[in-house]
């Protein structure tokens, strides 16, 4: 009998909507996750919470996108804007990126990416998409260079008073 290699299903039907008030706790739940996934830290609740409800308030500050798998949220990612006057236009910067382990591999993350893009191209005033990943995530790196991203020669620095996150 030959050995069969497991291969994700392909028939995985992803269907990507913007976050409403109601998906504000499931969002928060994400984000506490990525931030332990990603960097070893904690974010604090009573400050989290109060920061997506924004988000979700007030489309200047930024826009969630939900993917849903059979009504389920399985991903999701949060756009916010820079105003580029080099380009005349505006960047859309991806963050808050986070697919449930159950559905990582299987499409999920391109499928946010890909209506992300579309949208921007749409809009006719948006020079590009960017984000920031984390150096020693090759995983998260390579996904993005296969969907065409590609890295700058800008360095991220930051001052950071906020206290919100604390090392894991």
Request: aromatic share 10%.
């Amino acid at each position: 009998m030959a050995s069969r290699k497991k291969v994700p299903p392909a028939d995985l039907v992803v269907t990507v909507r913007k976050g409403l008030p109601s998906d504000a706790p499931l969002i928060a739940a994400f984000n506490q996750r990525l931030a332990e996934e990603s960097e070893g830290r904690r974010l604090d609740p009573d400050i989290i919470g109060p920061g997506v409800d924004a988000v979700l308030a007030d489309p200047n500050k930024g826009v969630y996108w939900l993917a849903e798998v059979d009504g389920a949220v399985a991903g999701q990612l949060m756009i916010t804007t820079e105003w580029s006057d080099w380009r005349n236009g505006w960047f859309w910067w991806i963050q808050s990126v986070f697919v449930a382990p159950a559905f990582r591999n299987r499409g999920v993350y391109r499928s946010l990416h890909t209506h992300v893009a579309r949208v921007a191209q749409a809009a006719g005033d948006v020079r590009g998409l960017r984000l920031y990943v984390e150096h020693h995530n090759e995983k998260a790196r390579a996904t993005y260079e296969r969907l065409g991203m590609t890295v700058t020669h800008y360095h991220l620095m930051e001052t950071d008073w906020s206290g919100a996150v604390a090392d894991a």
